[in-house]
């Protein structure tokens, strides 16, 4: 790329650093997917990515962009924005697919449905 | 029916279109002419206004919550990097949820979901009964003043 030729020195440095970090955590945020036990527990895996892998992939897009092309770019936040805001519709749909399916099998560990019992200490055992 | 029925709808969106396209006067018009339209479309929708009663608290909000983000990503960084399944624990809980305000309540599902470690995942309207997942689930307590005093209590102050 043309572009990168004239990037300063500390820009290249804090450019990628972000981009580094943000990789980093898309990458730790996949492994824990893979890794962690429980659907439930692979739910949290992957906000690692969506919130601060995407934030700091879009400063590291934000400062290579204004820096390069000596104007203020910052229409990337728009993606940030909008990857925060519909992640949890995607999560929530996800979550309630699971729990109704441990629910329909009859699983002791989930807790029973908030919407459907009024008493909001039930004991989940009973589920 | 109001010329801009929602002025910081038309606002952000003019603000949008021009962040995505060049700020210039043509494109102030355009973006100004698509936006109004919009928020006509919108109004037609009749949504729930919300009213926010001290935006002015809103910086302090997102202030808190990038904080609580980065600290949480640290945390389930160190989870999974380690993989310490036996003296973590891991479980649902209840929260007891005073806020009523829809608005408020999605913004509070976006920061729960946001942070990583907890997961918003059944909410009962009737009487506020939010069910969630923590990753690490210490002490249940904490993870109740956390969402009852850090983020709604400002909430509240915010919308109700």
């Not at chain 1, 990168?4 to 650093?17: K, R």
């Not at chain 1, 229409?75 to 949890?88: A, M, N, Q, R």
């Not at chain 2, 969106?13 to 919108?42: E, P």
């Amino acid at each position: 790329m043309n572009e990168a030729a004239t990037l300063p020195f500390w820009a290249e440095i804090v450019v990628s650093a972000f981009v580094l970090l943000g990789a980093s955590l898309a990458l730790i945020g996949t492994i824990g997917l893979a890794r962690l036990p429980t659907f439930f527990e692979r739910l949290h895996a992957p906000t690692l990515g969506t919130s601060w892998g995407t934030g700091a992939m879009v400063i590291a897009s934000m400062i290579f962009f204004t820096v390069t092309s000596g104007r203020p770019v910052f229409h990337e936040i728009l993606i940030g924005i909008f990857v925060t805001v519909t992640t949890p519709v995607t999560l929530m749909l996800l979550a309630q697919s699971a729990l109704h399916r441990e629910r329909a099998e009859g699983n002791p560990d989930v807790p029973a449905s908030v919407s459907r019992t009024p008493a909001p200490d039930s004991d989940p055992n009973e589920a | 029916m109001t010329v801009l029925p929602y002025p910081l709808l038309t606002a952000s969106l003019l603000l949008m279109w021009m962040t995505l396209n060049s700020f210039s006067i043509g494109h102030f018009i355009l973006g100004a002419i698509i936006a109004t339209v919009a928020s006509w479309a919108m109004a037609a929708l009749r949504p729930a206004k919300p009213h926010l009663r001290k935006w002015y608290l809103l910086p302090k909000l997102l202030g808190i919550v990038l904080y609580d983000i980065v600290r949480s990503n640290i945390a389930v960084v160190g989870i999974i990097l380690t993989g310490r399944t036996r003296t973590r624990r891991s479980g649902f809980m209840t929260i007891h949820i005073e806020l009523k305000d829809t608005t408020a309540l999605a913004l509070l599902a976006v920061i729960l979901t946001s942070t990583p470690g907890t997961a918003w995942l059944e909410y009962n309207s009737s009487d506020g009964t939010l069910l969630m997942h923590v990753l690490d689930l210490i002490e249940e307590q904490e993870w109740t003043d956390l969402v009852k005093n850090r983020y709604e209590r400002l909430l509240m102050e915010i919308f109700e």
